[in-house]
């Protein structure tokens, strides 16, 4: 199910990215496939799971608003600055999450990390100023590099940045993992 959760995830990026060179690097063509995969992948992780997931869904409305705002003024800057803005959300959200004393990562991870509340923060924190810095990075690529990097940058450079920082990470949580009890019930 894991994997096929992470096809559901990447496949819309993966089709914009094939759709994009395919057309000759057709901004306007590649939108509409990212727009309707990912309705898609929602739909069809939906079925599977019977839960909505709350990332995917912000991912959705990002794509849709964003997406449809740059075929509407046929101007693809408009969904270039979207992972600026979902990665400051995302930045936003939990620092705000802290400031109410919410962990939101601890509800993303549903349960499988029993951590107490300072690593929770710790964790937060850490991941706050990484999707600030990700934000950053997308501003840098869109406006220096231009359209056709940037296109490829979202496969190729975001996600083993995000991938790196979480393998970073991981030894802080392993020895937190959420262990079963295995004894029998008596």
Do not use: H
Request: include cysteine.
């Amino acid at each position: 199910m894991k994997n096929n959760q992470l096809l559901l995830d990447l496949g819309p990026l993966i089709a914009f990215l094939a759709a994009y060179f395919l057309s000759g690097k057709n901004f306007m063509i590649a939108l509409p496939v990212i727009m309707v995969t990912t309705c898609i992948a929602l739909g069809v992780a939906y079925m599977q799971t019977k839960k909505v997931r709350v990332m995917p869904v912000i991912t959705l409305v990002m794509v849709m608003v964003f997406g449809g705002l740059a075929l509407y003024f046929d101007n693809p800057v408009f969904f270039m600055i979207k992972p600026t803005i979902i990665y400051g959300l995302f930045a936003a959200g939990l620092v705000g999450g802290l400031w109410f004393g919410q962990y939101f990562l601890k509800v993303i991870f549903e349960g499988g990390f029993d951590m107490p509340d300072a690593i929770w923060a710790q964790l937060t924190w850490r991941w706050a100023g990484f999707f600030v810095v990700l934000a950053g990075v997308n501003e840098f690529v869109w406006r220096t590099f231009g359209e056709s990097f940037w296109v490829s940058f979202k496969l190729f450079g975001f996600l083993p940045l995000t991938l790196l920082f979480a393998m970073v990470n991981l030894p802080l949580m392993m020895k937190y993992i959420a262990k079963e009890d295995d004894s029998p019930a008596e």
